[in-house]
């Protein structure tokens, strides 16, 4: 199975930089998603990373290390639409995606 | 969410009754996804498809059905429905063997048990 922990909530200012960690354990590791979703809506993809390393686009980065089962979203610049939860999801070699409980993100001004 | 539809997207049931809730997608994906999610949490893996006419457990499968009879078709079953079912339920698609932004979701179903 997979386990898969992410912290439950965070709070930042508008402007600064946050940091979600993700620690899983599976077997058969082939990607980890991070996907950003506010209340009512269905999740919108975020970034993947399937080898260790990091992952940049614009104000957001993902950082994976399979050996260490750790992943990291990163968002920078925070905006006040920043405001949401963030998912941390892990895909194994049989197709199963699981999903973390889940970081909610509050941006402060 | 195109491509991924998700019928109803609102339904009262009330306790003992059964239902179906149905996902369709047109983009000829191998791997589905059911998912429920419930305040504050994130998505739950109730049964996931690898292939038509296969199905396999996820995490929260007591009192969920599943068939995948045709591909393009993911029914999510509710023999007696029970309070605890009220959740917001997610289904997903995706394209075997793709990397990347590869998954597709519907824009989810809001079911009441009272």
Same mark, same amino acid.
């Given at each position: 199975?997979?386990?898969?922990?992410?912290?439950?909530?965070?709070?930042?200012?508008? #402007?600064?930089?946050?940091?979600?960690?993700?620690?899983?354990?599976?077997? #058969? !590791?082939?990607?980890? !998603?991070? &996907?950003?979703?506010?209340?009512?809506?269905?999740?919108?993809?975020?970034?993947? @990373?399937?080898?260790?390393?990091?992952?940049?686009?614009?104000?957001?980065?993902? !950082?994976?290390?399979?050996?260490?089962?750790?992943?990291?979203?990163? %968002?920078?610049?925070?905006?006040?639409?920043?405001?949401?939860?963030? %998912?941390?999801? $892990?895909?194994?070699?049989?197709?199963?995606?699981?999903?973390?409980?889940?970081?909610?993100?509050? $941006?402060?001004? | 969410?195109?491509?991924?539809?998700?019928?109803?997207?609102?339904?009262?049931?009330?306790?003992?009754?059964?239902?179906?809730?149905?996902?369709?997608?047109?983009?000829?994906?191998?791997?589905?996804?059911?998912?429920?999610?419930?305040?504050?949490?994130? %998505?739950?893996?109730?049964?996931?498809?690898?292939?038509?006419?296969?199905?396999?457990?996820?995490?929260?499968?007591?009192?969920? @059905?599943?068939?995948?009879?045709?591909?393009? @078709?993911?029914?999510?079953? %509710? *023999?007696?429905?029970?309070?605890?079912?009220?959740?917001? &339920?997610?289904?997903?698609?995706? $394209?075997?063997?793709?990397?990347?932004?590869?998954?597709?979701? #519907? *824009?989810?179903?809001?079911?009441?048990?009272?």
């Amino acid at each position: 199975g997979q386990n898969i922990d992410q912290p439950t909530e965070m709070t930042a200012t508008e #402007g600064a930089i946050v940091q979600i960690n993700c620690t899983y354990q599976t077997s #058969g !590791f082939n990607g980890l !998603f991070w &996907y950003q979703q506010h209340a009512g809506e269905a999740p919108t993809f975020l970034s993947y @990373n399937v080898l260790d390393g990091l992952e940049e686009k614009g104000r957001f980065s993902s !950082f994976l290390s399979r050996s260490k089962g750790y992943s990291y979203l990163l %968002l920078k610049e925070l905006q006040m639409k920043d405001s949401a939860s963030y %998912l941390c999801a $892990v895909y194994d070699s049989w197709g199963k995606l699981q999903f973390g409980a889940g970081t909610q993100v509050v $941006v402060t001004p | 969410n195109a491509g991924v539809t998700q019928t109803p997207k609102f339904r009262v049931l009330k306790t003992g009754q059964s239902m179906t809730l149905l996902c369709a997608q047109d983009m000829n994906h191998e791997y589905m996804y059911w998912y429920r999610q419930d305040p504050g949490m994130g %998505l739950r893996l109730i049964h996931y498809s690898v292939g038509e006419g296969t199905t396999a457990k996820g995490e929260v499968p007591d009192g969920y @059905n599943v068939s995948r009879l045709k591909k393009q @078709n993911f029914l999510l079953g %509710l *023999e007696s429905a029970a309070p605890s079912q009220t959740s917001v &339920y997610f289904c997903a698609s995706r $394209v075997a063997g793709e990397t990347g932004n590869t998954i597709y979701f #519907g *824009e989810g179903s809001w079911l009441t048990v009272v």
